[in-house]
């Protein structure tokens, strides 16, 4: 069994975060999020072996964030069991400078700004990576 800890290695960027989320369910219908306490969002997409657990799990080591998942698509029938919600937001992962998934950023909506991102494996590591601003 290897030891090798997976970890983000992308260098964090900082700028400014919307306070609301916009986008629409993979049903079609729109959807706004206002993003009033810490925010996870979490990029997907399909066929990614990193998306699946954001997807399909239960996200237990996250509970301290509220975790919103986008991708730029729908999944096609790959998400229809999909155990998250899902956003479909393009002009979102734009505007949040996601540039391609799997990624995350964390919204601090206190500052209106970005406080952290990178690429994302886990829950586990995504819950590592953002401890700090959890238990400040």
């Known amino acids: 069994m290897s030891s090798i800890r ?16 916009k986008g629409r369910s993979l049903a079609g219908n ?10 996870l969002v979490v990029a997907v997409k399909p066929h990614c072996d990193g998306c699946h657990d954001f997807v399909f799990g239960d996200l237990r080591e996250l509970e ?25 937001a393009p002009e979102l992962m734009n505007e949040l400078g996601v540039r391609s998934a799997p990624f995350y950023v964390l919204i601090d ?26 238990n400040p």
């Open 6 to 21: 997976a970890r983000s290695f992308d260098a964090f960027r900082a700028r400014p975060a919307p306070s609301v989320l």
């Open 64 to 88: 301290g964030v509220e975790v919103v998942v986008v991708s730029s698509t729908s999944g096609d029938a790959e998400w229809s069991g999909a155990v998250q919600p899902i956003l479909v």
């Open 109 to 134: 909506p206190s500052k209106s700004l970005i406080v952290s991102e990178g690429t994302l494996f886990s829950p586990a590591q995504v819950a590592s990576e953002i401890a700090r601003f959890l």
């Open 30 to 39: 729109d959807r706004f999020l206002l993003v009033k306490r810490l925010t």
